[in-house]
C-alpha cells in the first residue's frame, strides 16, 4: 500500500491546478494520462513543486517527463518518500 | 487579407470601428446592466478596505469587488494560472462576447484580435510568489508566477481562450492605457482585422501593491467613503484606489453588419494620446492639444461633443488642468462633465475601458450618469458637472478622457453609429 | 506602393558585452559569450546561476545621482540608449516641435529589480505581509508600474506626442516598433524614440524561470551555457539591456538627409492561441507574422539575406521556430543565414526584440551575419543554416527577425537596405 494515496494525490491536483469542468477525477483516473485530465506542462511542474515542498520528496527534472499517470506519480514518491514519512 | 475586402463604410478610406459587445466588472456592480443601473443610481463601491488590514495606512479606502468569486465564472484551470486582474477581464471577456452574440467560429481565426491595457500587474499574485522566495527560497516559487503577474498574462489568456489568433497586444500607460488600448484595437481594426477584444483591467489591491501608491501622496487620507474622493470639488483631497474594468468588443463596421449587428453601441470615433512636459520644465500640459487632435481625428468640432467623461483625478492641480482644458474648448458650462468613477474609485488600466463603457451606454440610455458626493464643485472652473442626478438629454457623442500617473494623456471620442 | 516605410536613423544600444552600439556590434560578431555566474545577487540555491550581466556605471553614462535614484535599471538603460540614439542620428530634437516626437517602449516584466528590493525592505523579506509603508520610497510607484520607463525617455527627450509602453512580454521589442511605425504611418508623430528595455535578472525572475525549468543548468560553464540548436542546449540564459531607436517615416529622412541604417518595410503579430508558454511544433502563426510581414514589406522569400533567429536555446523554441522559418520560406530557407545572438548576450525578454533589430541594422551596414555562439552539434532536427561559431561576410540587403514569447505571441519585422528599399 503506498503511503501516499490516490485521494491525497487529487486534492493535491486539485489545488495545485485546479480541475477541468469536463473532467471526473472520482471516476477511474488511476491509469489516464494527466493530459487527458486536462493538465498540462505548467501544471505538471506545479505538482512537481507541491510533491517536493510538501513531502520532501525530490524530483529530478527530467524525472518529470515520466510522471504521466496519477499511478506512476504515486509509484515514484511511494519509491521515494523519505524514511520515517 | 484586407486589401480584398471590400469596405462601404469608411473614414478617410479607412474602415470604421464600432463597439458591439460590453462586459463589466466594477466595485459598484459585477455584470454590465448590474453596474449601469447601480452607476445611474448613484450606489458607491468605496469602502474601507476589507480584503487585508489597512489600519495602520494614512489611507484605507478602496473600490474593491467584493463577492467575485471567479471559480464561478471561469475554469478551475484557468483560476489558479492567473492573478486577480486576470480573473476580472477573463470574466469581463464572456459577458462582451455574449453581449455581441458573435460566433467567433465564423471568423478567421487572424482577423481576431486581442489589445488589452494593464498598469501594474498581478500584485496580489506577485507578493504572494516574492514572500514565498524571500521566505522559503526559490523552490518555493510557483511555475504559474512565470505566466500571472505580468502585463501581458490577461491578452494571451484570453487569445488562448478563445482561440483568436491575430493581432495580440498590451499597452501600458498607467490610467491612460485604457484608452489607449481602444486606439490599438482600432489601428488593427483598420489594418484588417475583423473583431478585437479591448478594454483593460487593474487590481493592485495587495498591500504591497497598495503602499507602493501612498507615496505618490495622490490617494486621499479622508477616510470617510461619502466625502474621500471629490473631484472638481473644493474639498478635493486626492482620489481612492479601485479594482476591476471594463472589456469591450470592437469591430470592423461592415463586417459587423454583414453578420447581423444592426445597432452597434457606437464608433470609436476619434482618439489622440500626447505626454505632458517633465514638472518644473515651464512648458504647459497638453491635454487641450490631445483633446483637440480626438476631435480633428473625428472630424468634429468642440460643439458637437454631447456629454464628457472625465479624468477627474481629485487632485486640485489635476482637476484645474482639466477643468481648464474643458473651458477653453467648450466655454464656461457649455457641456454636460460627469465622473461616474466617484462610485468605483480609479481603476488605473480599467478606468478608460470602464468610461467609455459608461459613454456608451449614455448613447443608448440618453442618460448622463452622475458623479457623486461632490458637494462644493469649484466655480472657477465653470462646469456643468452632472451631479448626484443623473440627466435624462439628447446624446450623440461623448468625449472619455483619461489621464496616467507620470504624464500619460489620451482622450478618446465615441458617436452613436450611422 | 507600401504602407511602411519607416527609417532608422539612430541606434543606441546597452548590452552585455559591450555597451553602445560599436561595442555592441564588435561583441556580437566576435562570438564571444557575454555570459557568466551571476553577480547582480548571490545565486547560491538558484537551479540557473548563470546570466548576461552589464557592467553599468550610470554615472559614467550622464546619469546625476537623483535620475539613478529615481529610475529603475530598465529606465537606466532606456534613457542611456536614447541619448546615444538620438546623438547618432543628428536630429536636432530641442528644434521640433515636442508634440510631434513620441515614445514607445517596449517591456515585460517591468521594474521588477527595483520592486522586488523595495518588497525586501517593506515586508522584512517576507515576514510582514500588511507590509509596512513607513519604509515606502518616493519612487516606489513608478516601480510598480512600467509606464515610469517610458515617462522617463519623454522626460529625457522632452518628447510630448503619443506615449507609452508596448508590453506583450518577449516580443514586445519588436511590437514596440510596429506600434511606432504605425504611429509614424498614421501621421500622429514625425519621430518615434522607439526601442525596448529590460533589466529582469533579480532573484524573483531568475526563481520564475527556474521553476518552469526554462533556463540552462550549465552552472559549470557560464559562457557556454546557451547553445541555440545545438544537440546539447540546455534551455535559456537571460540577459538584460536595451535597444533604442529614432524612427523616421523615410520621406523625413531622406529630406533632411540623415543616415539611413535600414527601413522597416514589414511588421505583423499573431497569437497561437494554444498555450501561455507552449509551443506547437509545427510554428504555424509564425510562420503567419513572417508572411504578413513580407507582403506588407513587398518582399519574397527570396529577397531575404539574413534571418535573426528568436533562437533563445530551448529545444522546445529551436524546433518551432525552425519550422516556422521553412514554413514561410520554403526552400529559400535552406539557403538563408539565420542566427541567434542571445547565445551570447542572453534572452533580455522586452528588451532583446529591439537589440535584434539593432543587430539586423547593424548587419545591413556593414554586410556581416553574426554567429551563433556554442554551436557546436547541431540538433539533427534543426537542418537550417545556423552560422555556427564565426560570423560570415556576406552582402546583407534585407534582414527578418522573429520573436516568440509567453502568451504565445509570435512576431516578425523585416527590414531592407536603403538602396533595396528604394527599388
Redesign the interface.
Known sequence: MSAFTLDELKTMLQEAAGVDESVDLNGAVLDTPFSGLGYDSLAMLELATRIQNQLGVPIPDDHIEFMTTPRAVLEYIDSHLPMGA | MSESRERQSTDGGRARAVFTGIGVVAPNGKGTEDWWAATLAGKSGIDTVRSFDARSYPSQLAGEIKGFDPGKRLSARIVVETSRMSHFALAATRMALDDATVDLSQIPEYELGVITANASGGAEFGQRELQKLWRGGPKDVSPYMSIAWFYAATTGQISIGHGMRGPCGVMVSEQAGGLDALGQARRVVRDGTRLVVTGGSDSSLSPAGFVSQLPTANLTTVNDPARAYLPFDTDASGFVPGEGGAILVLENADTARERGVDRPYGELAGYAATFDPRPGSGRPPTLTRCARAALADARMRPEDIDVVFADGHGTAEKDRQESRTLAELFGPRAVPVTVPKTTTGRLYAGAGALDTAGALLALRDQVVPPTIHVKNPVAAYELDLVIDQPRETVLRTAMVIARGHGGFNAVAIVRLAD | MRTMDVAITGIGVMAPGGLGCDAFWDRIVSGGAATRRVSLFDPT???CQVAAEIDFDPAAHGLTPQDWRRMDRAAQFAVVAMDEAVADSGLDLAGMD??RVA?TVG????CTTG??EE??V??N???Q???D?TF?????????????I??EV??RS????????????CT?GI?ALG?AA?LLA?G?ANVVLAGSADAPIS??T?????????TS?YNDDPSGACRPFDRDRRGLVLGEGAAMFVLENADDAQRRGAHVYAHILGY???????????LRADGR?MA?AIT?AL?QAKLDPKDIDYVNAHGSGTKQNDRHETAAVKTSLGSRAFEIPMSSIKSMIGHSLGAIGSIEVAACALAIEHDVVPPTANLHERDPECDLDYVPLTAREQKISTALSVGS?????QSAIVMAAPDKAAA
Not at chain 3, 517591456?107 to 517591468?110: H, R
Not at chain 3, 522632452?158 to 512580454?169: D, F, K
Not at chain 3, 514569447?405 to 505571441?409: D, M, S
Open positions: 540555491g538558484f537551479r515636442p508634440g515614445v517591456n515585460a516584466v517591468g520592486l522586488e518588497y525586501r517593506l515586508s523579506d517576507g515576514r505581509w500588511a507590509v509603508h515606502a520610497v518616493p519612487q516606489l510607484y513608478d516601480y510598480l508600474v512600467p509606464s515610469s517610458a515617462t519623454a522626460w522632452g518628447a510630448e506626442g503619443p506615449t507609452s509602453v508596448v508590453s506583450s512580454g514586445s511590437d506600434y504605425g498614421e500622429s532573484p524573483i531568475m526563481a520564475c524561470f527556474d521553476a518552469i525549468k526554462a543548468t505583423a503579430t499573431r497569437a497561437n492561441g494554444f498555450h501561455m508558454t507552449g502563426e503567419e504578413v507582403n514569447g509567453f502568451g504565445g505571441f
